[in-house]
């Protein structure tokens, strides 16, 4: 069964730092694209970054680009997202999933981030 | 690029149909047939439900189907049932490792 298992959300003040983590077990992390996927307080889904299989390809949204960065250890079955410069808007709920032929078809139960003084 | 156009709301009674638009542009949904939709409960992560513009995941019922033509999509829920009621998103990519999703619809079942 495929687990996806989010943590590291929390409350931080506008401009502050927060590393996010997504532990992976039950199917062949090294071999899968993995993504973060945000969904703001009452608002949509929002693709926010993805990763290759081997970290050799990362793609962000243009609002998180420079600030944000994913990366993965396929030895620890791990995903992250580093935010830096977080804003106002970038709370949301924020999803680890699994990325195969083009969607996202496994997700974790998504970790909060809170951004506000 | 912009999120893609979903009703706010749909609604039916138990064992009616529903269908549920996702509209985008000759950029996302018309280019690509990777379009996919997603349920998702209160409190609840999202499920995919569809992808690939119609196909399946092992576990969904048949009740659920997708289509598309030119620059929308549709999600179609036959057999109306009362765990049927939840939020509903579609999603297609944009090219350039760039995805979009709608901004969902509230399904009713009355």
């Known amino acids: 069964e495929v687990q996806l298992v989010e943590s590291g959300g929390g409350l931080v003040q506008p401009g502050g730092s927060l590393t996010l983590s997504c532990a992976a077990s039950g199917f062949t992390f090294s071999t899968s694209w993995m993504t973060w996927v945000r969904q703001a307080p009452g608002k949509g889904l929002e693709w926010v970054a993805n990763?290759?299989?081997?970290?050799?390809?990362?793609d962000y949204l243009a609002s998180v680009k420079g600030r944000f960065t994913i990366s993965r250890d396929n030895a620890k079955n791990s995903l992250f997202l580093q935010m830096n410069s977080l804003r106002a808007e970038d709370t949301a709920v924020y999803y680890c999933?699994?990325?195969?032929?083009?969607?996202?078809?496994?997700w974790g139960q998504g970790t909060v981030v809170t951004v506000s003084s | 690029q912009s999120a893609l156009t979903q009703p706010p709301s749909a609604s039916g009674s138990p064992g009616q149909s529903v269908t549920i638009s996702c509209t985008g542009t000759?950029?996302?949904?018309?280019?690509?047939?990777?379009v996919s939709w997603y349920q998702q409960h209160p409190g609840k992560a999202p499920k995919l439900m569809i992808f690939?513009?119609?196909k399946r995941p092992s576990g969904v019922p048949d009740r659920f189907s997708g289509s598309k033509s030119d620059n929308t999509a549709s999600l179609t829920v036959s057999g109306l049932q009362a765990e049927d009621e939840a939020d509903y998103y579609c999603?297609?990519?944009?090219?350039?490792?760039?995805?979009?999703f709608g901004g969902g619809t509230k399904l009713t079942v009355l």
């Open positions: 990763i290759k299989e081997d970290g050799s390809q990362k």
């Open positions: 000759s950029s996302d949904v018309g280019a690509y047939n990777h």
């Open positions: 690939e513009v119609s």
């Open positions: 999933t699994t990325h195969h032929k083009w969607t996202f078809d496994f």
């Open positions: 999603s297609s990519y944009a090219g350039i490792n760039y995805w979009l």
